[in-house]
């Protein structure tokens, strides 16, 4: 079960997101082997200008039982990374914009095969070499569920 | 999935709700708690035991009352006024209004109080204290770099007319906010 294609579900559901990450939601596992590059991810990328534009990336990392529920069923937490992109000289609007609504999406959501989504933190005004210096807001969100038999 | 599933386990203190109790089944305004971190509730008994013949002959058990301690929820003076009696008066508009609460060698009142937890499966767990009223006290600390997040203690005992300390309702699609009786449901 993909909590992250859950989220990538929910975001995508909503208009005033989708419009201003025009360069899409995408599930990290829905990436080819080398992430958001121009032939694999055309959508991401502006045809006449070649450049980036604002989009999310969800990534879905490990799933660890955190002990609150043990035995048969097994409760565990899962963290969730967001990177939200745009362009280096685009300046952190629309990110910033991007992430608030994201927040109202997503903290304290239901997503199918998980009680809830709850917001950790956010790290602003970041900057990544290996998309030619692409601002980014990277926010993290844990997961919360259990496994019955 | 609309079923209640009882096996499914209910996640965090979605919410919490005070009212004023009238003693008759009925309440006051209900005031959702503005940021409600933890809820600890610790179920009463009287107990005692007959022994004879080397062993014990039998065991008695009753429930009496309902602790609970309630954490995290701003120092808001309409949270206050509910739990302490204590109100609040305003003066002045905008910029320049003051609200004004004093506590002073006051009896504290009886008030409902409620929480939420979410299940799994789009359902839900309300449980209400009908008639609770703070007895161990309140605490809060201004510490640097810290929200203000008081603490309340207080037992909850049989409504006179509902005759219950504490119910449990599940839900099979959670409610967006529970009420107080008569509209408990």
Redesign the interface.
């Known amino acids: 079960m993909s909590y992250a294609g859950g989220i990538v579900t929910l975001l995508a559901a909503s208009s005033a997101l989708t419009t201003l990450l025009t360069g899409g939601i995408d599930n990290y596992s829905d990436l080819g082997r080398k992430g958001l590059e121009r032939i694999q991810s055309s959508a991401a990328y502006n045809p006449q200008t070649g450049l980036l534009k604002p989009l999310c990336v969800v990534l879905e990392t490990n799933e660890q039982s955190d002990g609150q ?1 043990v035995g048969t ?1 097994t ?1 565990f937490t899962i963290p969730v990374y967001t990177w939200i992109y745009d362009h280096g000289d685009r300046g952190y609007d629309t990110i910033s914009a991007a992430f608030d609504l994201m927040y109202g999406l997503l903290h ?1 959501a ?1 997503i199918p095969g ?3 989504v ?1 917001y950790k933190g956010v790290k602003r005004d970041k900057r990544e070499p290996q998309l030619k210096d692409a601002g980014y807001y990277l926010a993290t969100w844990n997961v ?3 496994r019955t038999p | 999935m609309s079923t209640i599933v009882r096996e499914a386990f209910q996640f965090s203190l979605q919410g919490a709700w005070l009212g004023d109790a009238n003693g008759d089944g009925t309440y006051g305004t209900r005031l959702q708690v503005p940021s409600a971190e933890n809820l600890k509730l610790d179920v009463q008994y009287i107990q005692d035991t007959a022994k004879g013949n080397s062993r014990y002959t039998a065991l008695a058990s009753q429930i009496v009352a309902v602790d609970w301690q309630l954490d995290g929820v701003n120092l808001n003076g309409d949270v206050i006024q509910v739990v302490t009696g204590d109100s609040v008066s305003s003066s002045g508009t905008g910029s320049n209004q003051v609200d004004t609460q004093s506590f002073g060698n006051d009896l504290m009142p009886y008030f409902g109080l409620m929480a939420q937890a979410w299940g799994e499966n789009g359902d839900d767990l309300c449980l209400l204290l009908p008639y609770s009223k703070m007895m161990k006290g309140w605490s809060y600390s201004m510490a640097f770099g810290k929200f203000i997040s008081p603490q309340f203690k207080g037992t909850c005992i049989d409504e006179p007319s509902l005759n219950y300390m504490l119910n449990h309702k599940y839900h099979a699609t959670k409610l967006s906010a529970p009420s107080f009786p008569p509209s408990w449901a």
């Open positions: 529920i069923y409760s304290l239901q998980a009680v809830q709850l919360y569920g259990y």
